[in-house]
């Protein structure tokens, strides 16, 4: 029968983050390597796409593909991916002439580069943790113990009330999202009306509060469905219109229960349901009434500028206010930056390009914050890939394993550093010691080559437990 699902079992070796994925000897057995074809020999299969087929005979011109969505986006990440710090490091800091003769667009990139001039080391800090941040929507203290309360033995009472909660934390956070989502469907189901319905619908779409915070849900809600979703649904009865406006429509209307959901008065009520479970009130470790005020009040206040204006810019780019002959780089761009927002997404991918005393600095991390977790201590262990380019030294990368404060390290360098691996250990020794961690191990080599995502991240294929097919 042919192995449809293509069922492995994991291997029984572990030792995965000590392997020198930068040396070409590891990649002797590597199936990525494409082979000479021999037809008097019976070699191991490698990587030749051409030559693939699964247990079922289907061969590459197949219509059937039994992969998984899950491993099909897997196979595409470091495609959408690889060469994005590259492309944004040549628009940043060598190639701007394509919004120089751009009106607004021009405007748009001087706000991004001035959010990236970094003056001071304190400066520098900030703006590192406000872009992790930006990509870590369950962060903070409450969330941590939420956590661990989830790791424990608990109640499914209890098990139900946290559920609840994360998920309209979800839909409250979301809001401001949601609302422009809202916005930009409404824009386009105007332009797709029949004319004698466009006015009238522009003016229930204009008395929506498009700038409103998040869980303040209240008044937008009661226009959208007392006026806004009645008039589509009366518009599309009458027109017979069920092609593109009812999609764009049912898709509001899906962004619509999202954000009612996200009110703060659901989520201060489920917050207070949570509250009053007693198992809940015995486990937590802390004042959650206090981790709660305080996440509220860093959600209000939070703003990622840099983020904010990556987006404004790569959108006008891609929108050809940047020149026609350059929209297919900033489409790629941002087709890279949105795979960060797939629900398939294992790792979490954080871009930091800054220019810090004269030095103009791309770096982009990759970072799994439970990679394993220990079943004696509980530990989790963070396992985190670092590449950064300095324009005066060269191409660097770490690969990082962080377990119970104790850090273990490889760190790849530039061929004109390599000399200097006792001062690179000594010196990176004081500053993890500095911040409260043990360095266990550290090795400096010569970066000979990329390191791919899933050599550093094995365990990413392993992450799919359910049956999770596409045809």
Do not use: C
């Not at 113990?145 to 956070?173: H, P, T, W």
Request: net charge negative; no cysteine; proline share 3%.
């Amino acid at each position: 029968m042919a192995n449809i699902l293509q069922v492995t079992n994991p291997g029984m070796n572990d030792n995965r983050a000590n392997i020198n994925t930068q040396d070409p000897r590891t990649s002797q057995n590597n199936t990525r390597i494409q082979n000479p074809i021999d037809p008097t020999r019976v070699v191991r299969p490698d990587g030749r796409e051409g030559g693939r087929t699964s247990g079922a005979g289907e061969g590459a011109y197949s219509v059937i593909d039994y992969e998984s969505n899950y491993g099909a986006f897997i196979k595409s990440l470091e495609e959408g991916t690889g060469g994005l710090p590259a492309a944004l490091e040549r628009l940043f800091f060598s190639d701007m002439a394509a919004f120089r003769e751009a009106g607004q667009a021009e405007e748009a990139a001087r706000n991004f580069l001035a959010s990236l001039q970094i003056s001071s080391p304190e400066e520098l800090m900030a703006y590192l943790k406000g872009q992790a941040g930006g990509q870590l929507k369950f962060s903070g203290t409450l969330f941590d113990s939420l956590r661990s309360l989830f790791s424990q033995n608990i109640s499914e009472s209890l098990r139900e009330a946290l559920g609840d909660f994360l998920k309209v934390y979800n839909d409250y956070s979301s809001g401001t999202h949601l609302l422009r989502q809202m916005q930009n469907l409404a824009g386009d189901i105007e332009k797709l009306m029949l004319s004698q319905f466009r006015e009238e619908f522009r003016q229930l779409a204009d008395a929506m509060n498009w700038e409103a915070m998040n869980g303040d849900t209240q008044y937008n809600t009661g226009i959208l469905n007392g006026k806004l979703i009645p008039f589509l649904s009366d518009y599309i009865s009458k027109t017979h219109d069920f092609g593109s406006i009812r999609d764009a429509s049912m898709l509001l209307i899906f962004n619509a229960v999202r954000y009612e959901n996200g009110g703060m008065e659901q989520l201060t009520r489920l917050f207070e349901r949570m509250m009053a479970n007693r198992e809940f009130a015995r486990l937590y470790p802390g004042d959650a009434g206090a981790d709660m005020s305080a996440l509220l009040s860093a959600s209000r206040g939070h703003t990622n500028l840099p983020a904010d204006a990556l987006a404004e810019m790569l959108l006008r780019g891609a929108n050809g206010q940047a020149g026609l002959e350059n929209i297919q780089q900033f489409y790629t761009m941002l087709n890279g930056l949105l795979l960060n927002e797939s629900v398939y997404m294992p790792l979490m991918h954080i871009l930091f390009p800054f220019q810090y005393q004269e030095q103009k600095v791309m770096s982009e991390a990759w970072v799994d914050p439970d990679s394993e977790r220990g079943v004696e201590t509980g530990s989790r262990k963070i396992k985190m890939l670092l590449k950064f380019d300095i324009q005066s030294l060269g191409k660097f990368e770490m690969v990082l394993a962080l377990q119970n404060r104790q850090v273990d390290m490889q760190l790849y360098v530039p061929r004109a550093l390599q000399k200097k691996e006792s001062d690179i250990r000594e010196k990176v020794g004081g500053i993890m010691k500095d911040n409260g961690m043990d360095l266990k191990r550290i090795q400096v080599q010569e970066r000979l080559r990329e390191s791919r995502i899933e050599e550093v991240f094995p365990e990413i294929r392993e992450k799919e437990r359910t049956i999770n097919v596409r045809i």
